[in-house]
T-cell receptor
Framework: ELKVEQNPLFLSMQEEKNYTIYCNYS?????LYWYRQDPGKSLESLFV???NGAVKQEGRLMASLDTKARLSTLHITAAVHDLSATYFC??????????WGAGTKLIIKP | EPEVTQTPSHQVTQMGQEVILRCVPI?????FYWYRQILGQKVEFLVS????????KSEIFDDQFSVERPDGSNFTLKIRSTKLEDSAMYFC????????????FGSGTQLSVL
């Protein structure tokens, strides 16, 4: 059974700082997603990572995937308040369904 | 940009009552999903639907739950006899060709069972 773990679960940081959110998963998968969720809102797709070594960047967010280590990272560069949200990683399992991490609640203080 | 729409945005019901949550997936998408998120917890998969039948379902999706595509546009989730623990945000999603692709989520229906 695929398990997905994120850490940290909660992160409070100052603007302009850099930080990384980690997503580990327990069994082989070659497809991983990062989603953002604002309070009371739906899930917004950020990145789809399809292969080992994949790196994608948009604005201040960069995601990478290491399928051998079963690890994805979401790196935030020079954080701004607008990036405050909960970030979820989700991994496709052998039944082609998404298994979700618990989410990382990110608060960026102005 | 095309989007998945869900109605209602909020639903309050008494325990034991039936509820139907409605979704209109993106029109050219073939795969449809229901997920739920209990307040403060992770998103959980309920069911996926393709070609007018369930393709996968989780342990949560027991006999109290059913899905239907009654016409060419709507996709519904029915809970026959709601329980307190069914209170959650229910998200509908669709994808063009399968769960390996990007899922587009609706804005959710907040279900409160009293």
């Amino acid at each position: 059974e695929l398990k997905v773990e994120q850490n940290p679960l909660f992160l409070s940081m100052q603007e302009e700082k850099n930080y990384t959110i980690y997503c580990n998963y327990s069994t082989t998968s070659d497809r991983l997603y990062w989603y953002r969720q604002d309070p009371g809102k739906s899930l917004e797709s950020l990145f789809v990572l399809l292969s080992n070594g994949a790196v994608k960047q948009e604005g201040r967010l960069m995601a990478s995937l290491d399928t051998k280590a079963r690890l994805s990272t979401l790196h935030i560069t020079a954080a701004v308040h607008d990036l405050s949200a909960t970030y979820f990683c989700a991994v496709v399992d052998s039944n082609y369904q998404l298994i979700w991490g618990a989410g990382t609640k990110l608060i960026i203080k102005p | 940009e095309p989007e998945v729409t869900q109605t209602p945005s909020h639903q309050v019901t008494q325990m034991g009552q039936e509820v139907i949550l409605r979704c209109v997936p993106i029109s050219n998408h073939l795969y449809f999903y229901w997920y739920r998120q209990i307040l403060g917890q992770k998103v959980e998969f309920l069911v996926s639907f393709y070609n007018n039948e369930i393709s996968e379902k989780s342990e949560i999706f027991d006999d109290q739950f059913s899905v239907e595509r009654p016409d060419g546009s709507n996709f519904t989730l029915k809970i026959r006899s709601t329980k307190l623990e069914d209170s959650a945000m229910y998200f509908c999603a669709s994808s063009a060709r399968g769960p390996n692709e990007k899922l587009f989520f609706g804005s959710g229906t907040q279900l409160s069972v009293l």
